[in-house]
């Protein structure tokens, strides 16, 4: 008995460019009769995709294939155009950790209020404040704002409460570790906890050696439909191979023009070096200027933008922590 | 942690969404942040929301107070004008207070829905239970003391929650439409300030309703707010005892609204999250 069974899913959405967003300009058009309904474009085909209890399942695939589509149908934040989704289990939504708190309530009153969206119950995250306040040291923090905290202290309250509970379904969207490097260890050693109680793990990564050491399962998903569904060490090596150089190149431009034309204030690319262990790169927008963030000691190695190979998710509005390289 | 064992997703989702512990908590937890948040831990904050109605009163009491006093309305007494003014003010401020917070609700928490599964309609019902939290703490006893002046009937007290419980559906109904829409259409706030100065301004908040031409006024009646409002004036200020077919009329205005916006919110919910 599978606890996820994915069966027969095709989603489709509309997009956002053919929002009109506008009230007036619809009617007008319908008056006018030049109204069209809004087209919906497919984001996943026909995914058949089973989990079974304790399996850790790594999901590979290029920049807006549908991983992160994916990860929402089985957490319920999508629902599928057809097809169906049956989860047995908790779900925790380890979703870009930090997304729910709200910058002027105190620490104490965040935790219950991230918990709850979460989905722990207010009774519950009231009698884990201790506990998570300790794991995140930050208890003498507890009644400021929680705007005040640096954002490695953020990422961390973060972590504490979505890994309080043991849950038995973990939704991982590459975010392993946070904060300075004694956190880290505390993360890595809380997430090997779950790897090693039989949690059952799904988690979108683009760190291949990671994905090839740590899980049992590679998924690699291409253009919205599964193109791999096997052992992790094989996935990452097709999933690599299929890499092509131009491609790659191809990838990073078309982000960086992205990021260059995108309208709201900065955009950060993450990308991979062609290191071997893949390493994280992060650009950033800062007004009209572009930055390399350097989050692990790449750029001072002598990698450059250029280097990056692969690109991950643009997203916006969140920096990591590092140090800015012009 | 309830995200769920078993969940069939095929399943009509706002029949999943109605666990209602579950909901309870998320309504909770929003709500009290919005109020945390507003009054920044100041007990004395969510009087704040009192000063609003109490100082327009005060400008149209000058103003219009001693021409809308004259006989034959109010019996030509000022204080009936001032205590008219407040009662209006305080339904009119309760309802666009609210619906004006609840628009944008939904598409202010749009990373959010983006991240974790919650049930939309929790930010627009959140932002009315927070309003109705202030109207019990803030404008409710004022209201309840006219009435007991005026009255002197504990029952005419109890019945005032009657009209007010059809103000929040009414304000929960207008509150689910402007939300909902608002996430299509981002030009909605222009268009739903004028909704709200047409309701404003054909609820006889300030003007006795006789003012009004007999032609135009049965199409005032038409506004739920006005039966809402006839009603919390008849139990708190006219002395008698609750007229039931006001009530009646209240309660059905406020049923009629939510439900109308209730089933708007459920039809056009579907493509919420590709928009949001």
């Given at each position: 008995?599978?606890?996820?069974?994915?069966?027969?899913v095709?989603?489709?959405?509309?997009?956002?460019?053919?929002?009109s967003?506008?009230?007036?300009?619809?009617?007008?058009?319908?008056?006018?009769?030049?109204?069209?309904?809004?087209?919906k474009?497919?984001?996943?085909?026909?995914?058949?995709?089973?989990?079974?209890?304790?399996?850790?399942?790594?999901?590979?695939?290029?920049?807006?294939?549908?991983?992160?589509?994916?990860?929402?149908?089985?957490?319920?934040?999508l629902?599928p155009?057809?097809?169906?989704?049956?989860?047995?289990?908790?779900?925790?939504?380890?979703?870009?950790?930090?997304?729910?708190?709200?910058?002027d309530?105190?620490?104490?009153?965040?935790?219950?209020?991230?918990?709850?969206?979460?989905?722990?119950?207010?009774?519950?995250?009231?009698?884990?404040i201790?506990?998570?306040?300790?794991?995140?040291?930050?208890?003498?923090?507890?009644?400021?704002?929680?705007?005040?905290?640096?954002?490695?202290?953020?990422?961390?309250?973060?972590?504490?409460?979505?890994?309080?509970?043991?849950?038995?379904?973990?939704?991982?969207?590459?975010?392993?570790?946070?904060g300075?490097?004694s956190?880290?260890?505390?993360?890595?050693?809380?997430?090997?906890?779950?790897?090693?109680?039989?949690?059952?793990?799904?988690?979108?990564?683009?760190?291949?050696?990671?994905?090839?050491?740590?899980?049992?399962?590679?998924?690699?998903i291409?253009?919205?439909?599964?193109?791999?569904?096997?052992?992790?060490?094989?996935?990452?090596?097709?999933?690599?191979?299929?890499?092509?150089?131009?491609?790659?190149?191809?990838?990073?431009?078309?982000?960086?023009?992205?990021?260059?034309?995108?309208?709201?204030?900065?955009l950060?690319?993450?990308?991979?070096?062609?290191?071997?262990?893949?390493?994280?790169?992060?650009?950033?927008r800062?007004?009209?200027?572009?930055?390399?963030?350097?989050?692990?000691?790449?750029?001072?190695?002598?990698?450059?933008?250029?280097?990056?190979?692969?690109?991950?998710?643009?997203?916006?509005?969140?920096?990591p922590?590092?140090?800015?390289?012009? | 942690?309830?995200?769920?064992?078993?969940?069939?997703?095929?399943?009509?989702?706002?029949?999943?969404?109605?666990?209602?512990?579950?909901?309870?908590d998320?309504?909770?937890?929003?709500?009290?942040?919005?109020?945390?948040?507003?009054?920044?831990?100041?007990?004395?904050?969510?009087?704040?929301?009192?000063?609003?109605?109490?100082?327009?009163?005060?400008?149209?009491?000058?103003?219009?107070?001693?021409?809308?006093?004259?006989?034959p309305?109010?019996?030509?007494?000022?204080?009936?004008?001032?205590?008219?003014?407040?009662?209006?003010?305080?339904?009119i401020?309760?309802?666009?207070?609210?619906?004006?917070?609840?628009?944008?609700?939904?598409?202010?928490?749009?990373?959010?829905?983006?991240?974790?599964?919650?049930?939309v309609?929790?930010?627009?019902?959140?932002?009315?239970?927070?309003?109705?939290?202030?109207?019990?703490?803030?404008?409710?006893?004022?209201?309840?003391?006219?009435?007991?002046?005026?009255s002197?009937?504990?029952?005419?007290?109890?019945?005032?929650?009657?009209?007010?419980?059809?103000?929040?559906?009414?304000?929960?109904?207008?509150?689910?439409?402007?939300?909902?829409?608002?996430?299509?259409?981002?030009?909605?706030?222009?268009?739903?300030?004028?909704?709200?100065?047409?309701?404003?301004?054909?609820?006889?908040?300030?003007?006795?309703?006789?003012?009004?031409?007999?032609?135009?006024?049965?199409?005032?009646?038409?506004n739920?707010?006005?039966?809402?409002?006839?009603?919390?004036?008849?139990?708190?200020?006219?002395?008698?005892?609750p007229?039931l077919?006001?009530?009646?009329?209240?309660?059905?205005s406020g049923?009629i609204?939510?439900?109308?916006?209730?089933l708007?919110?459920?039809?056009?919910?579907?493509?919420?999250?590709?928009?949001?």
């Amino acid at each position: 008995m599978p606890v996820i069974d994915v069966e027969n899913v095709t989603l489709r959405r509309r997009t956002q460019e053919e929002l009109s967003y506008d009230l007036k300009r619809v009617v007008f058009a319908i008056v006018e009769n030049k109204y069209r309904a809004p087209t919906k474009r497919r984001v996943l085909h026909n995914v058949n995709l089973k989990v079974e209890r304790g399996e850790k399942i790594g999901i590979i695939g290029s920049n807006g294939s549908g991983k992160s589509t994916l990860l929402k149908l089985i957490c319920g934040i999508l629902q599928p155009t057809s097809g169906r989704i049956v989860v047995d289990g908790r779900i925790a939504p380890l979703i870009e950790l930090g997304a729910g708190f709200d910058l002027d309530l105190s620490l104490i009153d965040n935790i219950v209020y991230y918990g709850v969206l979460l989905g722990f119950t207010r009774s519950e995250m009231k009698s884990r404040i201790d506990s998570v306040l300790e794991f995140a040291e930050l208890y003498d923090h507890r009644n400021e704002p929680f705007k005040s905290l640096s954002s490695g202290m953020m990422a961390r309250l973060g972590f504490a409460i979505a890994t309080d509970i043991r849950p038995e379904i973990l939704i991982l969207d590459e975010v392993l570790s946070v904060g300075d490097e004694s956190f880290r260890r505390k993360c890595t050693e809380r997430i090997q906890r779950f790897w090693d109680a039989h949690s059952t793990i799904i988690v979108v990564s683009h760190d291949l050696a990671f994905i090839r050491n740590s899980c049992d399962r590679a998924i690699w998903i291409e253009k919205g439909e599964i193109v791999f569904d096997g052992p992790a060490a094989e996935g990452a090596a097709k999933y690599l191979a299929s890499l092509g150089k131009e491609n790659r190149a191809r990838e990073r431009d078309a982000l960086i023009e992205r990021a260059r034309t995108h309208p709201r204030g900065e955009l950060v690319v993450r990308g991979l070096t062609d290191d071997p262990e893949g390493h994280k790169m992060y650009l950033i927008r800062d007004g009209r200027k572009f930055w390399i963030l350097d989050t692990e000691p790449y750029v001072r190695a002598g990698y450059t933008w250029s280097d990056v190979v692969h690109i991950d998710e643009a997203i916006i509005g969140a920096i990591p922590e590092g140090e800015l390289v012009g | 942690m309830n995200l769920t064992a078993r969940r069939a997703i095929d399943f009509p989702r706002f029949i999943a969404d109605l666990r209602l512990p579950r909901y309870i908590d998320l309504v909770t937890i929003v709500a009290s942040r919005t109020l945390k948040t507003r009054y920044r831990g100041s007990v004395l904050g969510v009087y704040w929301s009192l000063s609003l109605p109490l100082i327009m009163t005060a400008v149209y009491s000058l103003i219009f107070g001693t021409a809308f006093s004259a006989n034959p309305y109010y019996h030509g007494s000022i204080t009936n004008y001032i205590l008219a003014c407040f009662t209006g003010l305080v339904v009119i401020n309760f309802f666009s207070a609210t619906t004006t917070q609840a628009l944008t609700s939904i598409v202010g928490s749009g990373s959010l829905l983006n991240k974790i599964r919650i049930p939309v309609s929790v930010f627009p019902i959140s932002i009315v239970c927070a309003n109705i939290f202030q109207l019990l703490v803030g404008a409710l006893p004022v209201l309840i003391i006219v009435t007991l002046v005026t009255s002197h009937s504990p029952i005419n007290a109890i019945a005032l929650l009657i009209p007010l419980f059809s103000l929040i559906m009414v304000s929960t109904g207008f509150s689910l439409l402007a939300s909902g829409l608002f996430v299509y259409f981002r030009d909605v706030p222009h268009l739903y300030e004028v909704v709200v100065f047409i309701l404003w301004i054909t609820s006889p908040i300030f003007y006795p309703p006789d003012v009004v031409p007999s032609v135009i006024r049965p199409y005032i009646e038409l506004n739920p707010i006005v039966a809402v409002m006839n009603s919390v004036r008849q139990i708190s200020l006219s002395g008698a005892f609750p007229n039931l077919h006001m009530m009646l009329l209240a309660v059905v205005s406020g049923i009629i609204v939510l439900v109308v916006g209730a089933l708007f919110f459920l039809t056009i919910k579907a493509d919420f999250m590709d928009l949001v």
